[in-house]
């Protein structure tokens, strides 16, 4: 079975990776996820279903109208929403000719007021003022004016993290076991690439080695790594913390991480809108400033399992997907 990711989807479809997000919160749609990855994926029959359901939306069936099309075997549900909304299109219809006939009646006493040279007042004719205050078009607007200022507030609020919402945390200095894998496709880099990859790979070197007995106390960090020379693939780096005295074999590589501030945000989803957030809260915030590390480690830009020694070594070891995102930092002035 094919499973497509919810980029190739956003791509696809011409929609927003959020809005995904939101069909899928309001129980339109459903994704899974393969293996270890926190990336969403969608099966056949639910790409069927959002291409219904985008449909739907082209013809201006609100969401809670078609999550019952969709659920109802009866015609008769189909038909009662698809009337709603062509009474309130004929509504409209109605009310744009009628603004259409006013901005004709408008423009033809204007110009008689340039030909007369008369300078002329048009919200002082009482007669069109009342015919336009009727219409059901314009109190429809100001409604939506209203909504949409509300939402504009909310999605600015949701689009800003807070002091509240950052960590600040030291990340320590580490010697590291690393892996790098390179994508086999520039366009689907989480879907059967590096990433995945070196999370397989970082798996079997961890219980091949039984570090989590040897150092509970391991770290799984990973991030993405430089494009390939013809730019259309990506690498995906992971390491894990490991002994000092500790010697590794091919392909991993012994690194040392010196270790550093940071701005820390918990982003379980998977989804990583929150590397946007976070730069932006990094980038414009009073007291600390960007500071860019080694360029061998994404400047400093990674990404931290926190749970990590679960999923090597406890039974039953999926305990949840939490990912701080981790942007370098150090202090103003």
């Known amino acids: 079975m094919e499973l497509r990711s919810i980029g190739v989807m956003s791509r696809q479809f011409g929609i927003s990776a959020r809005t995904l ?34 449909i739907l939306r082209k013809l201006r069936i609100p969401l809670k109208q078609i999550a019952n099309i969709l659920q109802s075997e009866n015609a008769t549900t189909v038909i009662e929403s698809f009337q709603q909304n062509l009474n309130e299109i004929n509504d ?30 048009l919200l002082d004719d009482e007669s069109l003022l009342d015919i336009a205050d009727s219409l059901t078009i314009s109190r429809m607007s100001f409604k939506e004016e209203r909504m949409m200022e509300e939402l504009n507030k909310a999605s600015e609020q949701l689009e800003k993290l807070s002091d509240g919402d950052v960590r600040i945390t030291y990340l320590p200095p580490m ?29 079997n070197f961890i219980r091949e080695q039984h570090l989590a007995e040897a150092y509970p106390s ?25 002994p000092d005295h500790m010697e590794v ?52 830009l990674l990404e931290e399992h926190l749970n990590a ?22 202090a103003k002035g």
């Open 21 to 54: 997000r939101y069909y899928e919160q309001i129980g339109l749609i459903s994704s899974t996820k393969k293996g270890e990855s926190a990336y969403r994926y969608y099966d056949a029959q639910t790409i069927a279903r959002l291409r219904r359901i985008i």
């Open 92 to 121: 409209e219809i109605t009310a744009l000719s009628t603004i259409k006939n006013i901005l004709e009646a408008f423009i033809a006493r204007l110009n008689q007021s340039c030909l007369a040279d008369v300078k002329i007042n």
């Open 175 to 203: 010697t590291v076991a690393s892996i790098i894998r390179m994508g086999v496709n520039g366009h689907m880099r989480y879907f059967g690439s590096g990433e995945m990859q070196t999370c397989i790979d970082l798996h």
């Open 249 to 300: 074999a091919s392909p991993f590589v012994r690194k040392y991480f010196p270790g550093g501030l940071y701005a820390a945000f918990l982003n379980p989803t998977g989804d990583f809108d929150g590397w946007k957030l976070l730069c932006d809260w990094g980038m414009n915030n009073e007291k600390y400033t960007y500071d860019a590390r080694e360029p061998f480690c994404n400047h400093g």
């Open 218 to 242: 391991l770290r799984h960090i990973g991030f993405t790594g430089e494009k390939s020379p013809d730019e259309e693939n990506h690498a995906y780096e992971r390491w894990v913390s490991i």
């Open 309 to 330: 020694i679960n999923k090597f070594d406890l039974p039953d070891g999926d305990q949840g997907y939490q990912i701080d995102l981790l942007f370098p930092i150090k």
